[in-house]
């Protein structure tokens, strides 16, 4: 997957801009402090995010896409860091008060156990406090597996859901596509 993306990657700014409504969700967060884009490709969000005043960290298997998302923060002096890595082996959860999974979970049958074991991961290692927003294609049954992990744990809150619609376009292929989202924020409580 990893030589894949990093093939999609030349074509700079791949996904286009954020959901407008992730951005102003996070936007009206009034303390901003470290947040934890995990999978963050090129930087979609990981840029636009730092520009609203988050000191991010974008965690991502694909060379290519750091590389990018390094010069625009080097290039515009953005408190963001992008780190080559698979997402599955990083661990240091503890030390953001924000993590962001956006389009990281199929819950496909190859990866369902894989995936539902590593978001188990992320809640039980991040702090208590930590606003933890998840970005989720709404086909097959990926929201409804998402939901059930969410309540089947006595330590999430769900702060704040809605539907996104993600807009594509292919300049080059002229190709158009619509596909809606589903964003779930949920924070871990104090236990």
């Known amino acids: 997957m990893k030589v894949e993306y990093d093939k999609y990657y030349q074509t700079e700014n791949l996904f ?3 959901y407008p409504e992730l951005i102003d969700f996070y936007s009206r967060i009034k303390v901003k402090s470290k947040l934890l884009d995990l999978g963050c490709g090129q930087g979609r969000d990981s840029i636009a995010l730092a520009k609203l005043g988050f000191v991010v960290t974008g965690i991502d298997n694909s060379k290519v896409g750091i590389e990018q998302l390094n010069e625009i923060a080097k290039k515009e002096n953005l408190p963001l860091l992008g780190i080559v890595d698979d997402i599955f ?3 240091n959860f503890g030390e953001f008060e ?20 590593f978001l188990n991961r992320v809640i039980a290692e991040s702090k208590p406090n930590t606003l933890i927003t998840i970005c989720i294609q709404k086909t097959g049954k990926k929201l409804e597996i998402l939901n ?15 539907e996104l619609i993600y807009i594509y376009h292919d ?10 989202y589903e964003m779930v924020s949920i924070r871990k409580m104090n236990k």
């Not at 992990?149 to 809605?162: A, G, P």
């Open 16 to 18: 286009g801009n954020p």
């Open 89 to 91: 082996n990083y661990s």
């Open 98 to 117: 924000f993590i962001l999974l956006d389009s990281m979970f199929h819950f496909g049958k190859k990866e369902r156990v894989k995936e539902t074991e």
């Open 148 to 162: 059930s992990i969410i309540s089947n744990r006595s330590d999430l809150e769900i702060i704040h859901q809605i």
């Open 171 to 180: 300049e080059e292929s002229n190709h158009h596509s619509e596909t809606k």
